[in-house]
T-cell receptor, first 111, second 115 residues
Framework: TQLLEQSPQFLSIQEGENLTVYCNSSSVFSSLQWYRQEPGEGPVLLVTVVTGGEVKKLKRLTFQFGDARKDSSLHITAAQPGDTGLYLCAGVHTNAGKSTFGDGTTLTVKP | KAGVTQTPRYLIKTRGQQVTLSCSPISGHRSVSWYQQTPGQGLQFLFEYFSETQRNKGNFPGRFSGRQFSNSRSEMNVSTLELGDSALYLC??????????????FGSGTQLSVL
C-alpha cells in the first residue's frame, strides 16, 4: 500500500501570510502531482514534478519534489482569499497504473 | 473544448438499490479513471479504463463495476447500495493511461446519498 500523508490537515491564516503544506510517503513515486479542489467541484491539477530535487514555481506557489522522490512540499507566498480550498497531493506509480491521493490540506485564507 | 462531464450531478437512493453514473471524457481522451471521495477516506481509486478495457482496479467490493464504450464514455455501477456508499464519485480523463507525466482532468462529480 502506497500511503501519502499530508500535513497539516487544516490551516487557517490571514491574508498576506506565507504557508507550507507537506506530503510524505515511504514509497518512491514516478511523479507527484498537486491539485486544488473547491467545494462542489473536482480537483484541478496545479503542477506535476518528476525529477528528484525538482522545484517548480507557479506565480506565488512553489512546489518541491524531494531528492528521493518520496516527499513534496507546496509553499504559498502572501496567501490570498482566492487560495482557499482543499490541496491534494497525488503520487503516481507508473507500474501500478494509478494515482494515490493524500487526505488533503484544507486551507482557509481570511481577508 | 468541453471538460469532463458527469451525470447526474446529485443522486439520492435507498439501501439495496443500484445506481449507474455516467462520465463523458474530454474529446480525444481515451483513458477514464473513477475515484470515490469521502470526508473520512479522501480520494480512493476505483478503476481505470482505456480503450474499453479495465486496466486497474482498486480495493472495492464486486458491487462496484464499470465499463467503457467505444466513444470513450464510461459508466460505473454500484449494486445493492449501502449507507457507506454515500460519497462524491469523481471521474477523471486523460489522453493516455495514468503515467508519470499524464495529466488527469476531473469532472465535478456525482454526489450520491444513500438513505
Amino acid at each position: 500500500t502506497q500511503l501519502l500523508e499530508q500535513s497539516p490537515q487544516f490551516l487557517s491564516i490571514q491574508e498576506g501570510e506565507n504557508l507550507t503544506v507537506y506530503c510524505n510517503s515511504s514509497s518512491v513515486f514516478s511523479s507527484l502531482q498537486w491539485y486544488r479542489q473547491e467545494p462542489g467541484e473536482g480537483p484541478v491539477l496545479l503542477v506535476t514534478v518528476v525529477t528528484g530535487g525538482e522545484v517548480k514555481k507557479l506565480k506565488r506557489l512553489t512546489f518541491q519534489f524531494g531528492d528521493a522522490r518520496k516527499d513534496s512540499s507546496l509553499h504559498i507566498t502572501a496567501a490570498q482569499p482566492g487560495d482557499t480550498g482543499l490541496y491534494l497531493c497525488a503520487g503516481v506509480h507508473t507500474n501500478a497504473g494509478k494515482s494515490t491521493f493524500g487526505d488533503g490540506t484544507t486551507l482557509t485564507v481570511k481577508p | 473544448k468541453a471538460g469532463v462531464t458527469q451525470t447526474p450531478r446529485y443522486l439520492i437512493k435507498t439501501r439495496g438499490q443500484q445506481v449507474t453514473l455516467s462520465c463523458s471524457p474530454i474529446s480525444g481522451h481515451r483513458s477514464v479513471s473513477w475515484y470515490q471521495q469521502t470526508p473520512g477516506q479522501g480520494l480512493q481509486f476505483l478503476f481505470e479504463y482505456f480503450s474499453e478495457t479495465q486496466r486497474n482496479k482498486g480495493n472495492f467490493p464486486g458491487r462496484f463495476s464499470g465499463r467503457q464504450f467505444s466513444n470513450s464514455r464510461s459508466e460505473m455501477n454500484v449494486s445493492t447500495l449501502e449507507l457507506g456508499d454515500s460519497a462524491l464519485y469523481l471521474c477523471a480523463s486523460s489522453v493516455q493511461p495514468t503515467g508519470a507525466n499524464e495529466k488527469l482532468f476531473f469532472g465535478s462529480g456525482t454526489q450520491l446519498s444513500v438513505l
